[in-house]
């Protein structure tokens, strides 16, 4: 059976990313802003520029708040042809994210069904290990699956910073449109991986050094 691969981006040197302006409630308060990952054709808010790296083929962006106890990732993996309209396939790339989670202990309590600019997604919330949780978005974009995740206590995801964890993963935004529905044979993916029980302390960048950011003031009340 021919399997989806996990491609490396092609891209070697540090994403071309920007920060914007943002007038969300929060973001107004804080330090949050918008980052454009212009080349990815997407963008996010986070309190403060993340820091890119490769995880077994997926390129990752992340923020870590050793104090909050709390980790914002946002990231991709490129698929080997788009899963299209069938369902099977698209939810085969959701599995992967529970079945992640699954093998490092975590368990599944809530998930729904989401979309971004008419992609399909899913949101799923995991109980990890030590007092841990972790909330995920994932996206089926064309050949691309996106995923954020916020990763920190189950006190923090339920209580203290639950509004933060929601204006992250309501942020994202996609420069993609929604592609010609088209039949395909059945394909399998991989395993993804999974939430982390913690967040990491420390975060290793890629070798390519992250430029940066400057500010390109955006439209008033826009995103």
């Given at each position: 059976m021919r399997r989806f691969l996990l491609i490396a981006a092609l891209l070697v040197s540090a994403p071309a990313i920007a920060w914007v302006c943002d007038l969300s409630p929060v973001a107004a308060q804080s330090t949050w802003k918008r980052v454009l990952f212009q080349k990815e054709g997407f963008s996010v808010i986070v309190p403060e520029m993340p820091k890119s790296r490769k995880e077994k083929g997926?390129?990752?962006?992340?923020?870590?708040?050793?104090?909050?106890?709390?980790?914002?990732?946002?990231?991709?993996?490129?698929?080997?042809?788009a899963p299209g309209n069938d369902?099977?396939?698209?939810?085969?790339?959701?599995?992967?994210?529970?079945?992640?989670?699954?093998?490092?202990?975590g368990d599944l309590v809530a998930y729904r069904t989401i979309e971004r600019n008419g992609f399909p997604g899913r949101e799923m919330t995991f109980f990890l290990p030590d007092g841990f949780a972790a909330r995920w978005r994932v996206y089926v974009v064309n050949k691309r699956a996106y995923f954020l995740s916020a990763t920190t206590t189950r006190k923090n995801l339920q209580t203290d910073l639950a509004k933060s964890v929601a204006v992250f993963l309501d942020s994202f935004r996609l420069n993609a449109k929604r592609p010609t529905p088209q039949k395909l044979p059945r394909q399998s993916v991989p395993i993804l991986p999974s939430p982390s029980p913690t967040p990491s302390p420390t975060v290793t960048p890629s070798s390519s050094p992250t430029p940066s950011p400057t500010a390109t003031p955006s439209p008033q009340g826009g995103r």
């Open positions: 997926l390129s990752l962006y992340e923020v870590v708040r050793d104090k909050e106890q709390m980790r914002y990732a946002v990231g991709y993996l490129d698929l080997a042809i369902p099977k396939l698209i939810n085969e790339v959701y599995e992967g994210v529970r079945k992640g989670a699954e093998r490092d202990k």
